[in-house]
């Protein structure tokens, strides 16, 4: 890019924001980038992503596997992904001096396992390449001048809510790229709306289950793997860890789930009822069987003291007294063995273990990955540049786009890969 006056703004200190505004000047290091920040911070999602460790992508790094992690853009991002992708979000932070790993669970995490090695590292780099951040920036108004350029019009100091007529400030740029992130609130997108995006209705994803007045809820802390959670009434289900809270159920298991059913779960007001699969098998009779190896092998043993699929003692007591296969006609807890059940006690097991139920009465935010799906449309967005089809030279990347994840790092990976390809220069 020859032309020295080239400008660009970005329009929200986050992720996409950053990440957008190194590429450009890195890329084309005679264009002036200006990055606008409504509030007084900057990257703060990214600060308390991941616990404060900040989960920033994924080990998986086929585009047709890494898609399936977006119940809303996975198709569209899949395209991007040959492009760029989990493996050089990795190279890059790598090469920036911030080495990284790979959990178990194909979380990737710096090794330092604290954010600010990320968000340091982007501040760092911005002051490197001269790219001026203007934070307490509200951005009130976007409109066209000659020669396609962008006139913006802001507040500055907007936590004074009194702005006037004169405080309203104009410039002036050949690019402008929105990266404001999700927005809770339908009327935080109307602007976008008015330029003429369509705008998907946003709403909560990745939230805790609370599931109020049930005894399970005594349970609290107890963590059960590879346990399987389906919608009743739906095809819809997730599979993973599970953690008992005191206000019900949370995990990754439960966090996936909320994903793949924010719409519907929103529009039944958040009363539902969620089936629990303990075992992670999907095949009833696989575990009748397997409970009948058990019996047929320790007759005489006690039914606690063997405990089926790895389940914790406190789950496994749990859910024989919730299906009355330990208690006597009192209601009081008596000892069984595996030979006194007989196969009517078996078929409860295998019920209680396959199809436990729960009544889901409204839902918990998870603050470290607070999430919504929705945002602008996609079909207004031409996806190969991530230009606006309605709005020319304005651009868009990152959750401010109808793009969502699961949990594992991939929200923060639509971000780098959207802003990477909305900072690429014509």
Same mark, same amino acid.
């Given at each position: 890019?020859? %032309?020295?006056?080239?400008?660009?703004?970005?329009?929200?200190?986050?992720?996409?924001?950053?990440?957008?505004?190194?590429?450009?000047?890195?890329?084309?290091?005679?264009?002036?980038?200006?990055?606008?920040?409504?509030?007084?911070?900057?990257?703060?999602?990214?600060?308390?992503?991941?616990?404060?460790?900040?989960?920033?992508?994924?080990?998986?790094? =086929?585009?047709?596997?890494?898609?399936?992690?977006?119940?809303?853009?996975?198709?569209?991002?899949?395209?991007?992904?040959?492009?760029?992708?989990?493996?050089?979000?990795?190279?890059?932070?790598?090469?920036?001096?911030?080495?990284?790993?790979?959990?178990?669970?194909?979380?990737?995490?710096?090794?330092?396992? =604290?954010?600010?090695?990320?968000?340091?590292?982007?501040?760092?780099?911005?002051? *490197?390449?001269?790219?001026?951040?203007?934070?307490?920036?509200?951005?009130?108004?976007?409109?066209?001048?000659?020669?396609?350029?962008?006139?913006?019009?802001?507040?500055?100091?907007?936590?004074?809510?009194?702005?006037?007529?004169?405080?309203?400030?104009?410039?002036?740029?050949?690019?402008?790229?929105?990266?404001?992130?999700?927005?809770?609130?339908?009327?935080?997108?109307?602007?976008?709306?008015?330029?003429?995006?369509?705008?998907?209705?946003?709403?909560?994803?990745?939230?805790?289950?609370?599931?109020?007045?049930?005894?399970? *809820?005594?349970?609290?802390?107890?963590?059960?793997?590879?346990?399987?959670?389906?919608?009743?009434?739906?095809?819809?289900?997730?599979?993973?860890?599970?953690?008992?809270?005191?206000?019900?159920?949370?995990?990754?298991?439960?966090?996936?789930?909320?994903?793949?059913?924010?719409?519907?779960?929103?529009?039944?007001?958040?009363?539902?009822?969620?089936?629990?699969?303990?075992?992670?098998?999907? %095949?009833?009779?696989?575990?009748? !069987?397997?409970?009948?190896? @058990?019996?047929? %092998? !320790?007759?005489?043993?006690?039914?606690?003291?063997?405990?089926?699929?790895?389940?914790?003692?406190?789950?496994?007591?749990?859910?024989?007294?919730?299906?009355?296969?330990?208690?006597?006609?009192?209601? =009081?807890?008596?000892?069984?063995?595996?030979?006194? @059940?007989?196969?009517?006690?078996?078929?409860?097991?295998?019920?209680?273990?396959?199809?436990?139920?729960?009544?889901?009465?409204?839902?918990?935010?998870?603050?470290?990955?607070?999430?919504?799906?929705?945002?602008?449309?996609?079909?207004? @967005?031409?996806?190969?540049?991530?230009?606006?089809?309605?709005?020319? !030279?304005?651009?868009?990347?990152?959750?401010?786009?109808?793009? =969502?994840?699961?949990?594992?790092?991939?929200?923060?990976?639509?971000?780098?890969?959207?802003?990477? @390809?909305?900072?690429?220069?014509?």
């Amino acid at each position: 890019m020859k %032309n020295s006056q080239f400008r660009v703004a970005i329009i929200g200190a986050g992720a996409a924001g950053f990440f957008a505004a190194i590429a450009i000047k890195e890329n084309y290091p005679q264009s002036q980038v200006i990055i606008f920040e409504k509030t007084n911070r900057v990257l703060s999602k990214v600060a308390v992503s991941g616990g404060g460790r900040c989960n920033l992508t994924n080990g998986c790094s =086929d585009p047709q596997e890494l898609s399936k992690a977006y119940p809303r853009g996975g198709k569209e991002l899949k395209r991007l992904f040959y492009q760029f992708n989990t493996t050089d979000t990795i190279e890059w932070f790598e090469k920036k001096g911030v080495p990284l790993v790979t959990q178990q669970d194909n979380c990737v995490f710096p090794s330092s396992q =604290d954010s600010r090695s990320i968000t340091d590292l982007l501040q760092k780099e911005c002051r *490197r390449l001269a790219i001026s951040i203007k934070t307490e920036c509200d951005v009130k108004k976007l409109s066209h001048i000659e020669d396609n350029k962008i006139e913006l019009s802001y507040h500055q100091n907007s936590r004074t809510n009194q702005p006037t007529t004169e405080a309203i400030k104009t410039e002036q740029f050949h690019k402008v790229i929105v990266t404001t992130g999700g927005s809770p609130k339908r009327r935080g997108l109307d602007w976008l709306e008015k330029l003429g995006h369509k705008i998907i209705e946003p709403v909560p994803s990745l939230f805790t289950f609370n599931i109020p007045k049930d005894p399970i *809820r005594d349970l609290m802390g107890v963590v059960v793997h590879n346990v399987i959670l389906s919608l009743q009434g739906t095809k819809l289900k997730s599979q993973g860890t599970v953690l008992i809270t005191h206000w019900g159920m949370s995990g990754p298991a439960v966090l996936k789930l909320s994903s793949y059913a924010a719409r519907l779960l929103n529009e039944k007001q958040y009363d539902f009822t969620i089936q629990v699969n303990w075992t992670g098998q999907q %095949n009833n009779q696989v575990v009748i !069987n397997y409970l009948k190896e @058990i019996a047929k %092998n !320790n007759p005489s043993k006690q039914l606690l003291s063997i405990k089926p699929y790895n389940l914790t003692q406190r789950v496994w007591e749990f859910l024989l007294v919730k299906q009355g296969i330990t208690l006597n006609k009192a209601g =009081d807890e008596i000892e069984r063995r595996w030979a006194q @059940i007989g196969k009517k006690g078996l078929n409860q097991i295998a019920e209680v273990l396959t199809n436990d139920q729960y009544n889901v009465k409204g839902k918990a935010s998870f603050k470290e990955e607070f999430v919504t799906c929705g945002g602008v449309c996609l079909k207004s @967005i031409n996806m190969a540049t991530m230009q606006s089809k309605v709005f020319p !030279n304005l651009y868009f990347a990152g959750e401010v786009l109808d793009i =969502d994840a699961i949990t594992g790092g991939f929200n923060l990976q639509a971000a780098w890969t959207t802003a990477h @390809i909305a900072a690429k220069l014509k």
